[in-house]
């Protein structure tokens, strides 16, 4: 039974649908992560889940009960929003274990779940505090401590960890993951950052106007996209992603220039390949030359941006190679099997079957 | 000469010392990065050079002129601030040549070369007649850089220029000042919390950890050979790995290591070891090889440019690995691991104590 399960879910604003006919079921004991471009749908998803609004049409299951109708209160779900407010005038012990005094949960065990997730988030010696003495990131922890108390086998996540400091995430990510197995609870969990989806997915699911596009396993849709926002929302750096088109067997794109692996290919096309598909050197297919913009030392990998005629480029290597010259000029092969082919109006893959006639 | 040197500085703001005791030499024509975690005084420092602090103890030369306690109007410093300061009344080319029209050294025919120039500099040359509240947050701060470094004092001096600017328009702003500071001669300090911003732009990096200054090198040796755990676990994505050791009989035992390494010096006794080592430090097989410990894959995610990103189980010792491939084994199966031995550093007490 799925964790979570959305059948056939439409929301729309003023006639513009939010979400159009979404089915999604999110696999229990899973940390699912998901991605999409701003006004994909992600917020609307969650917002409908946890019960701040109500469907047009569709229905919410969660652990194969339909809690469509059901009032936010009475869902059992924990939740961390993306803007949380805390209550001023509580200390922090009393700001997490707020909701659960309100169920009529024993002292005692508010006490000691209280002092877990603290725990967790290493605010233990903060309890005492009242929010205008946290910094930022200690009050993101305690809204986390908050949404995580709740005695519930789905946690619904929407991007807990934007604009804490980068080690801070390094380390939360680890603790979110060890947590979700030891709660052996789901973990339903939106990011705008793509090393964070990648960090923290086992399963990824890719929206995109208001419909799943993708949803899989996540080393499995890092290697095998099969829609562009796949491509374009998933890894670090950025993938390469060019318009082109594709005329008598040729796709040109940029400073690309290539037969096309499929037959019958005509008119405006999108083109998509990793960082880590473009090389140094020559000699892998497709030859070029490119001004380097910019060379960014990650420590282990270098991040190298190119001007190429009509294109910016973005290869990624480890640092173990050596950086370019800012400013210089250098060579870049790419092996044409590396890349792939959107459809341009629908972002769908084309793939290598053959193409009816 | 435009050298600045912080001679044993101390800053304290009641009880709490921001800065503690700093003695440090930014290199004449050098880009200096501050780099550290927030509240870890890197902006009191660079607050103090540009005289907008004064230190409780110790003093700040520029060359050989101490300018402790002289204001920062007199101290001839050029400034690039996480807000830029500026002149929505003005244009572009005027917004850049304002602090040369209070500058009697410079002519007007001067002035108006090193503006040109510096529109080159900065691809803005078609914007060069824009209102600055016409332009977007990042083109905005490299007029504010072009102010700042067109004007020719000796120093320069960047506080997180490109914290509220995102991301596209960020890569944007760190090539224009690349640009800008490899053409000047001007010594330059640059605050920033992003490692790899820091990485990318300076000469030199000062890690900075509680009002101290953890290491000052150049980024490949302070990636590569960080003097303390606290550089190693800050620089990196993930950062470094630290494994307990143990030492007996002049060779150190730890849970990566088939069998014990001889130590070339002698370690304090009685003090913790640890072994650190990077992420992409250490090999993984799918067959025991000789110097291959065996250890469980837990975990594998993908990391940056595809690069797999995996967790090894060494009994109760976690360690993280960059492969370049898909890990030859599946999650919860065996795989073998052989660290780069030559790569290894060893820590007692937070600091590094081999050479």
Redesign the interface.
Known sequence: MSAVGFTRLCKAYRHKPALDGLDLQVESESFTVLCGPPKSGKSVLFRLLVGLEKPDAGTITVAGRDITALPPAARPIGYVPQSFALYPHFSVYDNIAYALSLTGTPRDEIARRVDRAAGILSIGHLLKKTPDQL?GGEKQRTALARGLLKDAQLFVLDDPLVGL???LR?RLMDEL?ALRQELKATFLYATSDS?EA????QSLVVLDGGRVVQHDD??AL?HAPRHVRSLELV???RANILQGTAANGIVTAGPLRFASPLSGLQGPITLGF???ALRRGHGRGLDGRGRV?????????L?V?LETEGASLVM???A?EAAPA??GEIAFTLDPADILLFDAGTGALLAAEPVEA | MAEILIDRVTKRFGTFTAVKDLEIRFADGEVACLLG??GCGKTTLMRMIAGLETPTSGRILFGNRDVTALSTSRRNVGMVFQYPVMYPTLSVEENIALPMRQDRGISAAERDRRVAEMLDVLDMRDQRGRFIDELDAGNRQKVAVGRAVARGSDIVLFDEPTTNVEVNAK?QL??AI??VI?RTRQTIVYVT????EA??LADRIALMDSGDISQYDR?DQL?SRPMTEFGG???????MNFVPATVANGTLAAAVLAEPIRLAQAVPPGVPIKLGI???WLDMYGEPRPGTVAGVLS?????????Y?TKVSFGGVDVKI?T?GRPPAALGQTVHVKPQIDRILLYAGGNRITG
């Open positions: 910094s400091d980068y080690k390094e993951k090393l990648l960090t923290m997915a996540a080393v890092y890894g670090f750096p990793r960082p880590e913009r910019l060379v960014e030392n990650l420590g282990g990998e991040v941006y990624g290597y480890p173990t800012f400013d | 975690p927030s890569l760190i090539r690349k640009t490899q919390h992003d490692q790899t990485m990318t980024p990636y676990w800050f620089l990196g994505n993930p950062g990077r992420p992409e975990d594998q995610t993908i990391g940056i440019a595809g690069r990103l960059k370049a």
